[in-house]
């Protein structure tokens, strides 16, 4: 069984930066790819990003290339979101989430989410 816990959301203006948070717990916890979502209101849930295992393989959406940093410490088996010139855009709640690889499997375990919102 795996859980996860989101942390680090906020308000913030636009310009500004915000650093995600996913700690994960039970069974082989590190021994998944890791991803992060969001989801506005009215909107389709979206991806964001995501990290291998190991760490060696990250994928952006284009919405976010330059702007976001996907990272993980898996001695702390967490998943971090750095965001940096956070727009307006950006606001929505974000998930983070666990799947075997990157390339292969499905999204098994979802967090409840943080509340992101950065204002103009």
């Known amino acids: 069984q795996v859980q996860l816990v989101e942390s680090g959301g906020g308000l913030v203006q636009a310009g500004g930066s915000l650093r995600l948070s996913c700690a994960a717990s039970?069974?082989?916890?590190?021994?998944?790819?890791m991803g992060w979502f969001r989801q506005a209101p009215g909107k389709e849930r979206e991806f964001v990003a995501a990290?291998?295992?190991?760490?060696?393989?990250?994928l952006y959406a284009d919405s976010v290339k330059g702007r976001f940093t996907i990272s993980r410490d898996n001695a702390k088996v967490t998943v971090y979101l750095q965001m940096n010139s956070l727009k307006p855009e950006d606001t929505a709640v974000y998930y983070c989430?666990?799947?075997?690889?990157?390339?292969?499997?499905?999204?098994?375990?979802w967090g409840q989410g943080t509340q992101v919102t950065v204002s103009s």
């Open positions: 990290i291998s295992r190991s760490g060696g393989t990250i």
């Open positions: 989430a666990t799947k075997p690889f990157v390339y292969s499997g499905t999204y098994d375990y």
């Open positions: 039970g069974r082989t916890s590190s021994n998944y790819a």
